[in-house]
Nanobody
């Protein structure tokens, strides 16, 4: 089993930055694909980015490409999401997830954190 805990969310103004962090316990994340997803009120969960275990394969949603950066530290069992140039449309609960397949489909991820709220004010 893998337990994931996100942190780093908060309230920020348009154009600001936040760095989300997701720490794992219970099992090493070193062989897992790690992803970030988000869900705004009344909307479906949306893919943001994923990173392979070696960090050689990274993929972003078009909506965040060039603004967000995903990274991981396998030694610390942690994945990060650096978010720059934030927009009000980025407001959502952000979730990290771990799975065995590189995918933007949330159904392909077996483990999920509880989420952290990101609010971007205009």
């Amino acid at each position: 089993q893998v337990q994931l805990v996100e942190s780093g969310g908060g309230l920020v103004q348009t154009g600001g930055s936040l760095r989300l962090q997701c720490a794992a316990s219970g099992r090493s994340l070193s062989t897992y694909i790690l992803g970030w997803f988000r869900q705004a009120p009344g909307k479906e969960r949306e893919f943001v980015a994923f990173i392979s275990w070696s960090a050689r394969n990274i993929y972003y949603a078009d909506s965040v490409k060039g603004r967000f950066t995903i990274s991981r530290d396998n030694a610390k069992n942690t994945v990060y999401l650096q978010m720059n140039s934030l927009k009000p449309t980025d407001t959502a609960v952000y979730y990290c997830a771990a799975g065995s397949v590189s995918s933007s489909d949330p159904k392909r991820y077996a483990y999920w954190g509880q989420g952290t709220q990101v609010t971007v004010s205009s």
